[in-house]
């Protein structure tokens, strides 16, 4: 049972890991110069070169992940572009609300799918059978 949670939480971490290389590819394929989003454009070169040479935009890409995995290792998620407040602080004052919708989501899921498999166990190929069948593949 511990190879197996072990083996779950590798899994985890990996597919954690490729999904933040994914988008953070997706997001250098998006046409425009961060620095012009976040100065609008009233900014002057000055002011893109500075926030570039501030932000590391001006690095490889390669070393730019590099960067922002150390940073996410040591707990730094970095600086909110707008409101210049930590990461990490906004992510921890929302936590609570994100438990809660979590626990009614799995509340739910639970007072729905026990009784619907339950049913689907004893009457097999019924309609309600079926139907939860379409519903649990659709939905998750």
Do not use: H
């Not at 970095?78 to 799995?106: C, F, H, K």
């Not at 190929?125 to 139907?131: A, R």
């Amino acid at each position: 049972m511990f190879l197996y949670a072990l083996q779950r939480i590798g899994l985890s971490i990996l597919i954690l890991i490729t999904s933040m290389v994914m988008l953070f590819s997706a997001l250098k394929l998006v046409p425009g110069d961060p620095a012009t989003i976040m100065l609008g454009s009233r900014a002057t070169p000055e002011m893109k070169a500075r926030i570039t040479e501030e932000l590391g935009l001006n690095d490889s890409v390669i070393v730019q992940l590099g960067t922002f995995f150390g940073r996410l290792l040591k707990g730094d998620m970095g600086t909110d572009m707008w409101s210049m407040r930590p990461v990490a602080q906004m992510v921890m004052e929302n936590m609570p609300y994100t438990l809660s919708l979590i626990a009614a989501g799995l509340g739910w899921a639970a007072l729905i799918g026990i009784p619907l498999g339950c049913y689907s166990a004893v009457r097999r190929n019924s309609f309600l059978d079926k139907f939860a069948g379409v519903i649990s593949v659709v939905s998750f």
